[in-house]
């Protein structure tokens, strides 16, 4: 179980793409909060990819950065996912966000992506 870092990249004109790379079972992803842009954009669309090797993963988020709970998309559905899936709208703007795996097996491999558009 380790906790993975977030790469951002840096697009056009001011919008973003963060980065989860190779999450495995138990992991979860380092937290995207406030310093790091999150709240700078309300919509984001997450992709999920890779082997789920029987895992689910979570797009959670957090006010406060301890109390994490799942984020949904713009129908309501919860961001779990137990399938390579997106992009799909997160439809909270949270102050923190976080991906994080559960079960799975060895084969457990899973990138998580999340791009911001700047307003022109």
Known sequence: M?????VD????????????ETLAQGDDGGVLDANGGSVA???KTVQITGTFGGAT????????????GTLNDNTGASLSFTAAA???LIAENPLAIRPTVSGGDCTTDLDVTIVVLAEL
């Open 2 to 6: 380790a906790t993975i870092a977030i």
């Open 9 to 20: 990249t840096k697009l056009h004109r001011g919008s973003h793409k963060w980065f989860w």
């Open 41 to 43: 954009f309300a919509d």
């Open 57 to 68: 993963i979570v797009i959670e988020g957090s006010n406060d950065g301890t109390n994490f």
């Open 86 to 88: 997106g992009p799909v």
